[in-house]
């Protein structure tokens, strides 16, 4: 019997801040004189590490996978499907029966496993009171309160904030959040000092947010809380494929998921800029 086919695969476009292991797996190993993450695996491994980072770019450039010899369109094709099914299995938004959600939540709800990571690592580096712009269904809200930290939550939608509200009451923490229904702009200029150490940021990525590319400028309401932050720290969530490289000092770490379903693919981008730094 004839030894299972293998293939080369290189990838080109990874950039230093996201961790190789978690998007590509362990096996991969850089070759500094070719720039690209490579790595030898059978017909099947092969397909799946082309279909997972299919069409995905980071920092202003599509990743560019290259399998060695190339795959048949049968396993390609195989791969994809393989793909879409394990996406069902990714990490919930609230794990709370009556958790109230609308459509517009059920999109852009950060997992409630990677909201409550947000606020603890918040709360470890010494932030006890965060103005949350666009707090949307709570997702992050109830992440940042069940730290330990008070929580100014701001959005436009009277409605959604109910619903924020009804989750704070379901988690137990409406007692940590001050919830005021407003433009999270205008809020930027209302801020009173003690109003908080920390602002969190999660601007409206849209429906169709380019998987490849997202440039910062399209996001309004991230330039106006750098131009607003007055020395708090800043932090925002955003789109995997934001083009960070005009962003400043800030640290870019890729946050995946905890499900089988998306342990290696980046659920967003946590962008961190400290109170002593000017963007």
């Known amino acids: 019997m004839s030894a299972p086919r293998r293939h080369r695969v290189d990838v080109v476009g990874v950039p230093a801040w996201l961790d190789p292991v978690r998007l590509l797996g362990p096996d991969f190993v850089w070759d500094a004189e070719r720039a690209v993450w490579s790595a030898t695996r059978d017909v099947e491994q092969a397909a799946d590490v082309q279909a997972r980072l299919r069409g995905l770019g980071f920092d202003g450039r599509a990743l560019d996978v290259v399998v060695t010899p190339a795959l048949g369109r049968a396993v390609v094709r195989a791969a994809r499907t393989i793909d879409a099914r394990r996406r069902w ?57 069940r730290a330990g930290l008070s929580v100014v939550a701001v959005d436009r939608d009277a409605g959604r904030i109910e619903m924020a509200r009804a989750n704070a009451r379901l988690y137990g923490v409406d007692a940590r959040v001050e919830w005021r229904c407003g433009d999270a702009i205008d809020a930027l200029g209302e801020l009173d000092p003690l109003d908080g150490d920390l602002l969190f940021v999660d601007p409206p990525w849209g429906g169709a947010w380019d998987r490849a590319l997202v440039d910062p400028a399209d996001l309004p309401l991230l330039g106006a809380a750098l131009a607003a932050r007055r020395g708090r720290a800043l932090w925002a969530k955003l789109p995997p494929s934001t083009d960070t490289r005009g962003l400043g000092a800030a640290r870019v770490e890729a946050v995946f998921g905890h499900a089988t379903g998306d342990m290696q693919r980046v659920k967003y981008l946590l962008v961190r800029w400290s109170p002593a730094l000017n963007g």
């Open 89 to 145: 299995n990714t990490t919930p938004g609230f794990t709370r029966h009556g958790a109230q959600l609308d459509a517009e939540g059920r999109f852009s709800l950060t997992p409630e496993a990677l909201a409550v990571d947000c606020g603890r690592a918040a709360w470890a580096v010494g932030h006890r009171r965060v103005v949350e712009l666009g707090c949307g269904v709570g997702g992050n809200t109830m992440g940042f309160a």
